[in-house]
């Protein structure tokens, strides 16, 4: 093999193997965007309530609130009752308020 056909060899193996790298490149962005639009939240929790207050009764302990869809869980402690109650989270419309209880 000639010094010429060497040189040209060597030189369609770089870019070769540069295409090869632009290739797996674009294929790995295009699975990194595929992963992250499966585990994004549709929205966050802030948008989903449209809520500005929300009514309690007088001298209670909040212990936690957690948005659920279209419903916030609100537990609390009221006279030393655990309490865990369901409010729209569009209209602040209690849903259900139930009391939780020791076995």
């Not at 193997?17 to 966050?44: H, N, P, Q």
């Not at 989903?48 to 207050?53: D, G, H, I, N, R």
């Not at 659920?68 to 209690?94: F, H, P, Q, W």
């Amino acid at each position: 093999m000639t010094d010429e056909a060497r040189v040209i060899i060597g030189k369609a193996r770089r870019s070769f193997g540069f295409s090869m790298s632009i290739l797996i490149l674009g294929f790995m962005a295009i699975v990194l965007a595929l992963v992250y639009r499966a585990t994004k939240d549709r929205e966050s929790a802030a948008d989903m309530v449209a809520l500005e207050e929300i009514a309690l009764p007088s001298s209670v302990e909040v212990r936690a609130m957690v948005p659920v869809n279209d419903v916030i869980a609100i537990t609390y402690v009221k006279e030393g009752r655990t309490i865990l109650r369901l409010v729209d989270g569009a209209s602040g419309e209690m849903i259900r308020e139930i009391v939780v209880v020791a076995e």
